[in-house]
C-alpha cells in the first residue's frame, strides 16, 4: 500500500474531512497523521481520544450525534463506577472501553501505539492508514487563568471555560516521527498533504511539535493545503474562536493563514470569507474559496473532494512541465 | 469493629452461607476470608472472581440467577471486544468491569488488594469485612490431562472438563495472611470459625495454603467448624464432585471430614446424611445433622444461624464452666 495523500486531524472537526477524503481519493491511498497530545492516562487505561475518533468514524461506528464515541453507547460502566465512588467527569462508554482496554494492554505488553492502531484498524475494514503523530508520550499542556491544566482536564472537566494563556507541549524533545510517517515523508509516492480544519493550535500543533514532521512535511515537495477550521470570523465547532480571541488573535481565515504561514501552499476558505482572499494571498498562500462547512455525509465527500482538486491544481502550478513530463 | 465470627470462602457457594451470616450474627462482627487464587490477570486487568462475588452479593447487588457477577448487568463491553477480535472466552459485564478497571488502577498505584476491597465494601455500605485470603500472589494451577492449566483457563475456558490430577498453588512461599486477618486471629474477641460450604480443593485448600493460615486458625483456641458441601454424596453446585472422583476420593460429607481432621471441630452435614455421623464423629469431629441445602434467603439465614449455633454449643462443650465463668 503506497500513500498518495497525507491528512493531518485532531478529533471530530478534521474526522469529518478524513471521512470524505476515504471517498474521494482511494481510501487505501490515504495516510492520516492524527493528534496524541490529547491522550491522557484515566483510571490506568490508556486513552487516546483523537485517534479512536478517527478510527470509530472510518469504520462506521462512530457516535453520529456527537462525532466521538461509539454508536449506540451504553453507559453501565460510568453507572458502576459511580456507585462505588469512582471518577465520572471523563465518560467512557461500555463500547468504547473495549478499545482503551486492549490498548493499556497491547502497550503494557511492548506493542506501540501505531502498531496497535493499525492492527484495530485492520480488524475493522479500514484500509486508510491511521498514523499516530508520535509513538512517544507528547502532552497538551493548557496554560490559564486556573494555572497549567492537562488536556482532558481543561477541555472535559473545565469544559474549555478557564481563560487560556498559552498552550505548551510536553514530551516533544524526545519524540519522534512514527517509523510509518517517516517513511511516507521520503517515498516518492506522495502527491499532497492536506491539514483538516481541526483547531490549529489544540490539534495539529502538537502534531507539528513533533521534532520532524514540520520539516518533514515541507520537504516532501508536495503542495501542502489546509482547510480553514474558520468560517465567517467563526470556528465551526469547538472552542477554537474562544481560544483564539484569548490568545490575542483575531478570528478569521487570515489568521489561520498567518498561523500556518511557511508550511502551506494553499487555504482553502469558505465562500463567505472570498473578500479575505486578497489579504491571504499577500501571505503567500493560494487561496480557494468554496463551500467548505460539513453538515451531511455528502458535504465532507464535497470538501475533501475540493481540497484534492485544490492541492493538484497547487501541484501542476508549481511543476509547469509536469504534465508534458508524464 | 470487632470481628468475632470469621469465615472462610470461595464464591457463589460461599457467598450464599456469608450472606446468611450477615443476619445470623450482627453483620460488623463478621469477617469472611476469601480466596484469591481464582485471581487472574486479564486484559492487563485484576480480576478477583470470589472477592467481588462476596462483595456484590452481601451488597445486594450480583446477579441472582448465576450468583456471580452484577445484577441487570449489560455485555457492551464484550460486543465490542469480540468486534476487534479480542478474547471473549472470559466475559466481563459492563457493570463488573468498573470494579476491575479500579482495583488494578488501585494496585499499580500501591493500594493493597485488602485495602481496595474494605473500601469498595465500605463504599457499597456493607459493614461486614471481606478479607482477602492475602495480599501477595497466589496462583491456583491445575494439573491436568492436557496438562498445567492456570485456574480461570480450567474452571471458564475449559468448563472444568479436563481430568483432574493434582491442584498446585504457586506463589505461597512469599505469602502471608493479610494484616488484619493476623489482628483477628491474635484477637481475643473472636469466638468462632465457620468454613463455607465451598469446594475445599479449589477454594479453601489455597486460603488455607497461605502460611499462617492454617496455624494461626488452631491457635485462635475457638470452635472451627465447616459446612459441608457434599449432601447425598454429591456437591451441590460446581465440580466438587467430579474433582473428588478424578482425585479418587469417594464424594461423601465423611470425606470432607476427612479433608478438614485436625483443623475443624465440627461439621454440618445434611440429614440426608444423617446416616454417616458415626463415621465422622469417628474422625474427632462433632456432627450436626440438618437442612443444608440453601435454595432460598431464608435458607441461608437459617443455615447459617444453624452454624453459628452448633459453633456455640462446641465451644460450651469445650468449656465446660464457661457459663458459670459469666
Not at 492524527?34 to 485517534?51: C, K, Q, R
Request: net charge negative; hydrophobic share 40%.
Amino acid at each position: 500500500m503506497t500513500v498518495k495523500y497525507l491528512a493531518l486531524s485532531g478529533g471530530v472537526g478534521g474526522a469529518k474531512l478524513a471521512f470524505g477524503l476515504t471517498h474521494a481519493v482511494p481510501a487505501e491511498e490515504l495516510g492520516i497523521v492524527v493528534n496524541t497530545g490529547d491522550d491522557f492516562e484515566h483510571l490506568g487505561l490508556h486513552v487516546s481520544p483523537d485517534l479512536d475518533t478517527l478510527l470509530y468514524t472510518l469504520a462506521g461506528i462512530n457516535n453520529p450525534t456527537t462525532g466521538w464515541g461509539r454508536d449506540a453507547e451504553t453507559w453501565s460502566f460510568m453507572g458502576a463506577l459511580e456507585e462505588v465512588g469512582g471518577p465520572t467527569w471523563f465518560r467512557l462508554g461500555d463500547k468504547d472501553l473495549a478499545l482503551n482496554v486492549l490498548r493499556t494492554h497491547a502497550l503494557q505488553s511492548g506493542t506501540t501505539l501505531s502498531e496497535f492502531m493499525a492492527n484495530m484498524a485492520n480488524r475493522l475494514g479500514i484500509t486508510s492508514r491511521i498514523i499516530p503523530m508520535t509513538d512517544e508520550t507528547v502532552r497538551t499542556v493548557i496554560e490559564t487563568e486556573l494555572g497549567p491544566l492537562d488536556f482532558q482536564d481543561y477541555f472535559v472537566r473545565h469544559r474549555c471555560e478557564p481563560v487560556v494563556q498559552s498552550i505548551q507541549l510536553q514530551g516533544t524533545t524526545d519524540a519522534a516521527p512514527t517509523a510509518e510517517l517517516q517513511e511516507i515523508m521520503t517515498a516518492d509516492a506522495l502527491s499532497a498533504i492536506i491539514i483538516c480544519p481541526s483547531n490549529p493550535y489544540l490539534s495539529i500543533d502538537p502534531i507539528l511539535s513533533v521534532p520532524g514532521i514540520r520539516d518533514g512535511l515541507r520537504k516532501c515537495g508536495v503542495p501542502v493545503i489546509a482547510v480553514s477550521p474558520v468560517v465567517s470570523g467563526d470556528s465551526m465547532k469547538g472552542p477554537t474562536s474562544k481560544i483564539m480571541r484569548e490568545l490575542g488573535i483575531p478570528c478569521s481565515a487570515t489568521a489561520i493563514g498567518h498561523h500556518y504561514r511557511g508550511l502551506i501552499d494553499g487555504l482553502l476558505i469558505d465562500n463567505d470569507d472570498a473578500s479575505l482572499e486578497a489579504e491571504i494571498a499577500d501571505l503567500g498562500i493560494a487561496v480557494k474559496p468554496s463551500d467548505i462547512v460539513m453538515r451531511s455525509t455528502e458535504d465532507r465527500c464535497t470538501v475533501a473532494k475540493t481540497a484534492v482538486q485544490f492541492a493538484g491544481e497547487l501541484g501542476r502550478g508549481r511543476m509547469p512541465n509536469a504534465e508534458q513530463a508524464t
